[in-house]
């Protein structure tokens, strides 16, 4: 009896990973909500059109590089490569701080040409989806700032588990915020 419970060993999800799942799925809807809503209003007409800045594009390449620095930062990090674990983690960081200033001049691009808020719904859904974007990254920036005052410390350059849990949540969120930018900036360019 014993054998047959052992054999179907259930594998569980940590509590931790869970609850991150379930507020990714609810952001998830969150931005799903917001760019059918913009699909609708957009066919209703009175639509006014522009470009993207250029700017956009040199902040996904930002938050792409901080996803990929990140990714090899965490593989070094369970490799007990701690300099470049810290290296890479702090570049990572960098770069999520550069894909919000280029976020911002971005919008200065759009201000210099007249394109606000108010404008017309057009720029209302863009400003209201990337400003919410940003929020998301600023939080997962705060959640970095975290990891990069722990990574500093000595003690905590022995591997453990719960220290592994820390940086695949923390790594899981900036990852998705990296891809939910991917979809958000193909979406407007394909709504051009």
């Known amino acids: ?8 060993k259930v594998r569980k999800i940590h509590p931790k990973k869970f609850a991150l799942w379930a ?15 913009y699909i609708v209003r957009r066919a209703g007409g009175a ?13 996904t390449i930002a938050i792409i590089l901080s996803s990929t ?12 490569q701690h300099k ?4 890479l983690l702090f570049l990572g ?31 209302s859904f863009l400003y209201l989806i990337t400003g919410l974007h940003v929020l998301h990254v600023v939080g997962g920036i705060g959640a970095l700032g975290i990891v990069v005052i722990y990574a500093r410390r000595k003690k905590h350059q022995v591997v453990t588990e719960s220290r592994k849990l820390r940086l695949e949540l923390v790594f899981t969120y900036w990852h998705f915020v990296d891809i939910l930018w991917i979809y958000l900036f193909i979406f407007f360019l394909v709504q051009q």
């Open 84 to 87: 470049k674990f810290k290296r």
């Open 93 to 123: 960081c960098f770069l999520g701080l550069a894909f919000i200033v280029f976020q911002y001049l971005g919008w200065q691009d759009l201000l210099a040409q007249d394109i606000t808020i108010n404008r017309n719904p057009s720029s």
């Open 69 to 80: 620095a990140l990714h090899i930062s965490y593989k070094s990090y369970v490799g007990e």
């Open 47 to 59: 639509w006014y059109e522009f470009d993207l800045p250029d700017m956009f594009i040199w902040s």
């Open 1 to 8: 009896m014993n054998n047959v419970m052992a054999s179907r």
């Open 23 to 37: 507020g990714l799925v609810s952001i998830v809807m969150m931005f799903t909500a917001l760019t059918s809503a």
